[in-house]
C-alpha cells in the first residue's frame, strides 16, 4: 500500500507518465520557450494536426460559400434575362395594336395589383370590354386595351401582366351599373 495513486495509475496504463516540461523562467531574448527534446515533437504533430484539420474545414466551408454565391448570380441572371425575353415579346405582340383611344370619355375601373387602377373608353370598347371581347395588359406602367386573343397570348407568355380579362358570360354589368368583377 506504499503506492500512491499516481503510481497505480501508471501501473494500470490509464495514465502515461508526464514529464516536467517547464524550464526555470530564464530570459531567453524574446524567443518562445524551449522544450525538452522528448516532447516536443509529439504535441507540434497534434497541434499541426489540428491546424491542418481546422484550415482544411475553413477551406472547404470557403469554397463551398463561393460556390453557392456563383451559383446563386448565375440564377438570378437567368431569371432576369428570361424576363427580358419575355418582356421584349410582350412589347412586340403590342405594338400597333392597342386600342386606347385620347378621346375617350368613359372610365373603366378594374383591380391590379391590390389597388383599384382604370382606363378611359368610349361607349363601345366598355360593352366590349364587360363582354370579354376585350382585354387590358399592363405595359410599362400604362393599361393598354387589346382585343381578346392578343389578351390571352399574353397571358400565355406572362400571366402577371394581364390586367383584365372578363370571361364571356361570367359577369357583366350590374343592375346598378358597375361591372359585376369590381368590388367597391
Do not use: C
Request: zero cysteines.
Amino acid at each position: 500500500m506504499a503506492d500512491s495513486l499516481r503510481d497505480q495509475l501508471l501501473k494500470s496504463g490509464i495514465v502515461k507518465q508526464v514529464r516536467e516540461e517547464k524550464r526555470p523562467s530564464a530570459p531567453n531574448s524574446g524567443r518562445t520557450p524551449a522544450f525538452k527534446k522528448g516532447s516536443k515533437g509529439t504535441k507540434a504533430r497534434a497541434a499541426s494536426s489540428d491546424e491542418v484539420d481546422l484550415a482544411k474545414a475553413y477551406a472547404i466551408r470557403a469554397r463551398t460559400e463561393a460556390n453557392e454565391r456563383k451559383q446563386a448570380e448565375r440564377e438570378a441572371a437567368e431569371q432576369a434575362r428570361l424576363k427580358r425575353e419575355r418582356k421584349q415579346k410582350i412589347q412586340q405582340l403590342l405594338q400597333g395594336k392597342a386600342l386606347n383611344k385620347a378621346d375617350a370619355e368613359h372610365v373603366r375601373h378594374f383591380e391590379y395589383g391590390g389597388k383599384i387602377r382604370r382606363v378611359h373608353v368610349d361607349p363601345a370598347q366598355l360593352a366590349a370590354l364587360n363582354a370579354g371581347e376585350l382585354g387590358i395588359v399592363q405595359q410599362a406602367g400604362r393599361y393598354v386595351l387589346v382585343e381578346r386573343a392578343i389578351a390571352e397570348q399574353v397571358r400565355d407568355i406572362d400571366a402577371h401582366l394581364l390586367a383584365l380579362l372578363v370571361e364571356p358570360g361570367a359577369g357583366g354589368i350590374g343592375d346598378d351599373g358597375v361591372p359585376d368583377d369590381l368590388m367597391w
